[in-house]
């Protein structure tokens, strides 16, 4: 039997409890025991999926509320999906099979992945068929989580179910003394209406649309009315917002100061103390919350504070809400520390920003479907709204023209926050690596991005789930700086870029080109990233033909390319260094 358990039993009966020592419970204590006992629910966990093994998608009844059966959207069964746990610079793998009646695919919030295993809506895996979804884990360790993004499907699935946990860990956190283990807990947090219950009813009206579909009663990892047993001492506490639209101001119920050590792309360069912080859609902060100053037998909510935000009518935003019950019932010790530092982290300089880009998030009041829109736009599935080229700095400028509230989400690379409203004292959940930020009413936020591990098609959408699904989003395509793959309609037979010889090479190679007139040419050499590695050629030479050696000496094996330019002219070809 438990020890909270026990402890109940024997008051209730009135009995002696000899494990205790006789200050352990006070008269307020023993009163608080007594008037949780029996309300709530233990918070539940859970499983954890096994690397290279099935996600199975499909409806599935499961007991969301005790005795009683709930329709959900399931990976494999489970409420929410099973978490992913899984090492730094390992490969994930997972066979997934929809077994749904709807197109399905799984997008790897925050993860850094290949265009085709980012669950884009193109991509989408029709009902009775699958797909193998595999990347190297190329994260920061740091708490990421996985979800249905099919085109206009997402928000329903979501609610419904089909989202959780991708926990990646880096053994390069051992040295820090942070708590691990059964003191390590990983916490999605989502809403749903208490008039629906037992139902997952998904039924968006006009103000849903307009405001996001939010709810009044608060499922922590699942668990309706949920507690957690907890002893006097530190705990890491994983908090992802799993809802479609609600935002939460997070506190303790007794307005306690607690750390944030880590935000969307794992841990910060320092632990912040505070009281309170904002968690909105699709964003994760990780806390450290000490319990030793509480006696055995006291409890402290976790919760959300109100705070004022637009709409109105049943379900509105900043609802003051209990989360999660702490109790305070043991005496363990997870020997964690509250860290002095954290590993550093290299911020962007804004005097390095190569293209800036706006993007002015607006409301369409005309009737009608597409409200929310970006840049006047809505989304087109094969319309690529801008390209951004690989390892090139760009500043996003994201203008809120609206009253709304927008959680802005990019996939791909992580960004960092730059400023709002031209502020750059930022709050504690900005600093850091981020892939997903609020922007407020009538606020501009500014955020610096770089893409530099994969190219393709992917997103920026507004995580309000409603918006994404009435067509807050766009496609941008990360392209190689050098156009690599690109036809080149300016090469004339006059100019010409020869494969190089020998290929593969070891380690010396001959390049040989030819210009027609005279004028200014360059040949460089580029690794697969699209990082200059080597200038061979960079001053004006008369028409000819040319021939250079390249030296791979230094250079480890792999794949290289070449470019020319000569005024209107330019190639690439690629070589291969073997060793």
Not at 414 to 441: C, I, M, Y
Not at 459 to 488: A, Q, S, T, W, Y
Request: net charge negative.
């Amino acid at each position: 039997m438990k020890r909270r358990e026990m402890i109940l039993r024997s008051l209730r009966a009135g009995a002696v409890i000899p494990f205790l020592k006789p200050l352990d419970l006070l008269a307020k204590d023993i009163e608080n025991l007594l008037s949780s006992a029996g309300n709530g629910n233990q918070l539940r966990f859970p499983p954890v999926f096994q690397n290279g093994g099935t996600m199975t998608l499909a409806a599935s009844n499961l007991n969301v509320w005790p005795g009683q059966d709930t329709q959900v959207t399931a990976i494999n069964g489970s409420y929410p999906g099973p978490s992913v746990v899984i090492q730094k610079g390992s490969v994930f793998t997972a066979n997934f099979i929809n077994n749904y009646n709807e197109p399905a695919t799984i997008h790897w919030h925050g993860v850094d992945v290949p265009e085709l295993m980012d669950g884009h809506p193109k991509d989408s895996i029709m009902p009775g068929e699958s797909y193998t979804y595999t990347f190297p884990v190329i994260n920061r360790g740091g708490t990421y989580f996985y979800h249905s993004h099919a085109d206009m499907l997402t928000a329903e699935h979501v609610f419904k179910g089909f989202a959780g946990f991708f926990i990646v860990t880096d053994p390069a956190e051992a040295g820090l003394g942070l708590p691990t283990g059964n003191f390590d807990i990983p916490l999605c947090i989502q809403d749903r209406r208490s008039a629906n219950i037992p139902k997952f009813l998904y039924n968006p009206t006009m103000p849903d649309i307009m405001h996001g579909f939010l709810g009044d009663l608060p499922l922590i990892n699942g668990t309706p009315d949920a507690y957690f047993d907890v002893s006097k001492t530190l705990y890491r506490f994983r908090l992802l917002n799993g809802s479609n639209a609600r935002i939460y101001k997070i506190a303790l119920s007794d307005k306690s100061p607690f750390h944030i050590i880590a935000t969307d792309g794992g841990l910060k360069d320092s632990a912040v103390q505070v009281n309170s912080f904002f968690l909105s859609p699709g964003e994760r902060t990780e806390i450290l919350v000490d319990f030793s100053s509480y006696n055995i037998g006291q409890n402290v909510f976790l919760k959300s504070l109100p705070f004022t935000a637009p709409g109105g009518g049943t379900y509105v935003q900043g609802t003051e809400l209990n989360l999660l019950r702490f109790d305070i019932t043991g005496t363990l010790s997870s020997g964690g520390i509250v860290p002095a530092a954290l590993p550093p982290i290299s911020y962007y300089d804004i005097a390095d920003v190569k293209t800036t880009r706006t993007f002015t998030l607006t409301m369409n009041m005309g009737g009608g479907m597409n409200i929310h829109r970006i840049n006047g736009l809505t989304f087109e599935m094969e319309r690529i709204d801008w390209e951004t080229p690989q390892n090139s700095l760009e500043e996003w400028k994201i203008i809120n023209a609206s009253n709304m509230l927008h959680p802005m989400h990019s996939h791909s690379h992580q960004f960092q926050v730059h400023s709002r409203n031209g502020n750059t004292n930022l709050a504690p959940e900005d600093k850091g690596w981020k892939d997903t930020v609020l922007v407020n009413s009538f606020e501009t936020v500014r955020v610096l991005v770089k893409f530099s591990n994969y190219k393709g098609l992917y997103l920026f959408h507004c995580h309000n789930l409603e918006h994404e699904d009435d067509g807050m989003m766009l496609n941008f395509k990360v392209v190689d700086p050098v156009r690599i793959n690109e036809e080149n309609e300016n090469i004339a037979d006059e100019y010409k870029l020869e494969q190089n010889y020998p290929n593969p090479f070891n380690p010396i190679t001959n390049l040989e080109f030819a210009i027609a007139e005279l004028g200014f040419v360059s040949l460089k050499v580029y690794n697969p990233l699209g990082v200059e590695v080597a200038v061979l050629v960079n001053e004006i030479k008369p028409p000819g033909n040319y021939s250079v050696q390249f030296d791979g000496t230094d250079f480890p094996s792999g794949i290289y390319y070449y470019k020319l330019e000569s005024g209107k002219f330019s190639d690439v070809k690629k070589m291969n260094l073997v060793k």
